[in-house]
């Protein structure tokens, strides 16, 4: 005390330096090896200048386009009717990085082999930092294949996959890329959209206006926004502009915007549409269709944002434990701390694995029937199981930081708030489980390649292979499920087969995750892997010194 500045009454110790920056790319081995296996080494460039950006400046700009939330302008100061979200300055900078680097549109604008992989791993660098912005990023990447659909909006879909973003109020004539939005739920169907009640009244040339409303629009101040709506023969799928293509607003009125628990920098909204101009896409009648692709894609998106808050959440943890001491020794050399860490590793690499295979079978579905039908059916598996996951496992992590890991200044509370979102949008847990049972129903061959990638495994641990035997059953169509048991027979397929990813990919996570995971021996909450495991390897490969 005797060296302290004057009135100083204690010094800052047993703190560990600030987290960033860090090369969110170069420090995520598990990442980097599943890109490789996926095809999209060849984007490895890209990718490393992303996660550069991505853990640097990006971190930094996140906390105040987070904080500053977005706010409703619906008149200008003349009474004008304006209907203008307005969004701190650090929000577009983001985005503009975004949209420049490809997270929006790198598969569709440089469409070589491994471009969705590419993408999906700059989606996923990219929601660790800025989740909220992920919102309008996701949308206008899975746009571009409904857009296809109508010749007449080509100009749409190259300008949604551009690298460019405008963030400002004006027609699309006047912009080199756009963002787009999606509008499907309304207040008394959520995800039964077949009961939406806004309608379509055509007025020529697969022109409509439309009428009604949507109770969650997200990303309100996109160019323009897919929605479902009752034409004459069915409910249909739109591009509704937020301008007239004939110039001045379209009758788009935004009501008021969302009071969320998360996704703070993202504004999301209640609508209603006044006659608003829409042009048709695919046929009356088969808007559920017409979607659909842009659906799975989302859905994608969704199994990567967790992911990634769960990689940054570890990350986190893991750098807090190597620098604070407690008890005259770092946090990560106490046994139980080490058990946490290791635990949350292997669950991170394994949601990793998951994601990125995925968009591995994506990216080869239209010349490999295999990968079209395993990506059919694991995107809902996925996206059931690893949203499912996150918000446990971020909490975990907030607890090793302790009471540091509870406010503002760290990342963590922000990505807790938003951990349960990916499980709640396009589609919450029981519409995947029910997907699932509705593939394996009407599509056989969805089963059939499940089952062939869990056999790529066999062999390599007797629990996995045990679970492989009950599982087989099921996915061949000899056994007969039931609605009420696909959450535990979905949660299972995933177990195993995140344990065959591990094992094909020879990662040191595969023998603790089946152990635990496949095996029972593991408990309830994270930190209970079997005391004998060599967690060594999986610590120290989860982030470079």
């Known amino acids: 005390m005797d060296t302290l500045p004057p009135f100083a009454t204690h010094r800052v110790e047993n703190q560990p330096p600030p987290f960033a920056p860090r090369d969110l790319w170069r420090d ?17 460039e890209n990718l490393a200048a992303y996660g550069a950006l991505a853990g640097g400046e990006l971190y930094e700009l996140s906390f105040d386009a987070h904080r500053d939330k977005p706010r409703l302008r619906n008149f200008d100061a003349y009474g004008h009717r304006i209907d203008r979200v307005e969004f701190h300055p650090n929000y577009h900078a983001i985005m503009g990085h975004a949209v420049g680097h490809g997270v929006a549109g790198l598969s569709w604008h440089d469409p070589r082999p491994g471009s969705h992989v590419a993408r999906a791993a700059l989606s996923y660098l990219h929601h660790q930092v800025e989740p909220g912005t992920s919102c309008p990023l996701t949308m206008t990447h899975a746009s571009v294949p409904v857009l296809r659909h109508a010749p007449a909006l080509h100009e749409w879909m190259r300008k949604a996959a551009a690298p460019h973003y405008d963030g400002r109020d004006v027609g699309y004539g006047d912009k080199a890329g756009l963002t787009l939005g999606m509008g499907m739920t309304e207040k008394q169907g959520g995800s039964d959209v077949r009961s939406n009640q806004t309608v379509a009244t055509p007025i020529g ?43 001045g607003k379209n009758a788009l009125r935004l009501m008021r915007l969302k009071d969320k628990l998360g996704d703070w920098s993202n504004a999301s909204s ?3 549409f006044l006659g608003a101009w829409a042009q048709r896409i695919g046929e009356e009648g088969r808007g559920v269709a017409t979607i659909i692709e842009m659906v799975m894609l989302t859905r994608l998106d969704c199994m990567l944002g967790s992911a990634g808050e769960m990689r940054m959440a570890l990350a986190q943890a893991l750098h807090h434990a190597r620098h604070r001491r407690s008890f005259g020794k770092p946090l990560i050399e106490h046994a139980l701390m080490r058990n946490v860490i290791a635990d949350l590793a292997i669950e ?20 490999s029937a295999h990968d079209a039908a395993f990506a059919r059916i694991a995107t809902a598996i996925g996206k059931f199981w690893i ?8 909490n975990e992590a907030q607890e090793c930081l302790g009471g540091a890991g509870y406010v503002e200044e760290s990342i963590l509370p922000r990505l807790y708030r938003q951990a349960p979102l ?7 847990g029981n519409i995947q489980c029910l997907d699932v049972l509705r593939a394996l129903g009407r599509e056989p061959e969805a089963g059939r390649a499940l089952l062939v990638e869990l056999e790529r495994a066999r062999g390599r641990d007797d629990a996995l292979d045990a679970r492989i035997d009950e599982l087989a059953p099921a996915l061949t169509g000899t056994a007969q499920l039931h609605e009420a048991q696909m959450r535990v027979f979905v949660e299972r397929l995933a177990l195993a087969l995140q344990a065959a990813l591990l094992f094909v990919a020879d990662s040191p996570a595969a023998v603790g995750f089946c152990r635990s995971r496949v095996g029972g021996a593991h408990g309830l909450g994270f930190g209970t892997l079997p005391y004998d495991l060599e967690l060594d390897a999986i610590v120290a490969r989860s982030l470079p010194v």
């Open 387 to 394: 949203c499912k996951r996150a918000p446990a496992f971020v």
């Open 28 to 44: 995520d081995h598990a990442l980097r090896e599943a890109v490789e296996r996926e095809g999209g080494a060849g984007f490895a």
């Open 270 to 272: 209640e609508v209603e």
């Open 348 to 367: 991170s690499e394994a949601a990793t694995a998951l994601a990125i295979r995925v968009a591995g079978a994506i990216d080869r579905a239209p010349s």
């Open 422 to 428: 990916n499980s709640i949008w396009e589609g919450s």
């Open 205 to 247: 040339n697969d022109e409509y206006e439309l009428v009604g409303h949507k109770w969650f629009f997200s990303a309100p101040m996109s160019d323009g926004f897919l929605v479902l709506a009752q034409a004459p023969g069915g409910l249909s799928c739109f591009l509704m502009p937020r301008w007239h293509p004939h110039g």
